[in-house]
Antibody, heavy 120, light 108 residues
Framework: QLQLQESGPGLVKPSETLSLTCTVSGGSISSSNYYWGWIRQPPGKGLEWIGSIDYSGSSHYNPSLKSRVTISVDTSKNQFSLKLSSVTAADTAVYYC????????????WGQGTLVTVSS | DIQMTQSPSSLSASVGDRVTITCRASQSISNYLNWYQQRPGKAPKLLIYAASSVHRGVPSRFSGSGSGTDFTLTISSLQPEDFATYYCQQSYISPTFTFGPGTKVDFK
C-alpha cells in the first residue's frame, strides 16, 4: 500500500524559505502515469494546489505561487521536495504531499499533512 | 483560470437524510471533476473521480453526476461518519487543478 509522509520544520521565519520533503513508501516514485504534488490548506480554509512533478523532473506550478516555488524529485531516495521562498504569515498552512494520476488528476493517496507556521 | 463554486457552503442534516452538493465550473470541463471528503484534522479522501466513478472502497451511498459546467455529489442516506467537508476538484488542463471552496455537512 502506497504511503506518503511529509517532513520538515514546523516553524519558518518571515522572508525565509520553507522546505519540505515527502517520502514515498510501498511503491516507486518512478512509476509512469503519475504526478507527485504539493497541496496546502490554511487553518480553517480550503485547499490550494501548489505544484506537481513527475519522475522525470517535469514540473508544473500554480501561477499564483510560481515565482516562489521549486519542486524537485530524487528517485534514488523515493522522495520529492518543496521549496517556497520569501514566506509570509499568509503561507501558514497544513502542507500535504500526494500522488495524482495524469488523466483526471484524481488525488490518492495523500500524506497526513504537516503544519508549517510562519512567524518570527 | 477555471473558477469553481460550490453550493451550499454549509448544510445541516440528520442521519438518514439524502444530501446533494453542487459544484459549478466557470467554463466547460467535460467530466474532469473529482470529489473529496475531509474530516476534521485529517487529509482529504477521494470519493468520486471523472465526475461519476466511485473510488474503490467508497460506500455505494455516494454517487456523482454531471458534465460540462454543473456537477452533483449525492449521499443517498447520510451516516454519522459522513459529517465532514466536501470539496470538488477540476483538472481540465492537466496536470494543473483547482478546488472548490468546500461544503461543510454538519448535524441538524
Amino acid at each position: 500500500q502506497l504511503q506518503l509522509q511529509e517532513s520538515g520544520p514546523g516553524l519558518v521565519k518571515p522572508s525565509e524559505t520553507l522546505s519540505l520533503t515527502c517520502t514515498v513508501s510501498g511503491g516507486s516514485i518512478s512509476s509512469s502515469n503519475y504526478y507527485w504534488g504539493w497541496i496546502r490548506q490554511p487553518p480553517g480554509k480550503g485547499l490550494e494546489w501548489i505544484g506537481s512533478i513527475d519522475y522525470s523532473g517535469s514540473s508544473h506550478y500554480n501561477p499564483s505561487l510560481k515565482s516562489r516555488v521549486t519542486i524537485s524529485v530524487d528517485t534514488s531516495k523515493n522522495q520529492f521536495s518543496l521549496k517556497l521562498s520569501s514566506v509570509t504569515a499568509a503561507d501558514t498552512a497544513v502542507y500535504y504531499c500526494a500522488r495524482h494520476f495524469d488523466a483526471y488528476n484524481w488525488i490518492d493517496p495523500w500524506g497526513q499533512g504537516t503544519l508549517v507556521t510562519v512567524s518570527s | 483560470d477555471i473558477q469553481m463554486t460550490q453550493s451550499p457552503s454549509s448544510l445541516s442534516a440528520s442521519v438518514g437524510d439524502r444530501v446533494t452538493i453542487t459544484c459549478r465550473a466557470s467554463q466547460s470541463i467535460s467530466n474532469y471533476l473529482n470529489w473529496y471528503q475531509q474530516r476534521p484534522g485529517k487529509a482529504p479522501k477521494l470519493l468520486i473521480y471523472a465526475a461519476s466513478s466511485v473510488h474503490r472502497g467508497v460506500p455505494s451511498r455516494f454517487s456523482g453526476s454531471g458534465s460540462g459546467t454543473d456537477f452533483t455529489l449525492t449521499i443517498s442516506s447520510l451516516q454519522p461518519e459522513d459529517f465532514a467537508t466536501y470539496y470538488c476538484q477540476q483538472s481540465y488542463i492537466s496536470p494543473t487543478f483547482t478546488f472548490g471552496p468546500g461544503t461543510k455537512v454538519d448535524f441538524k
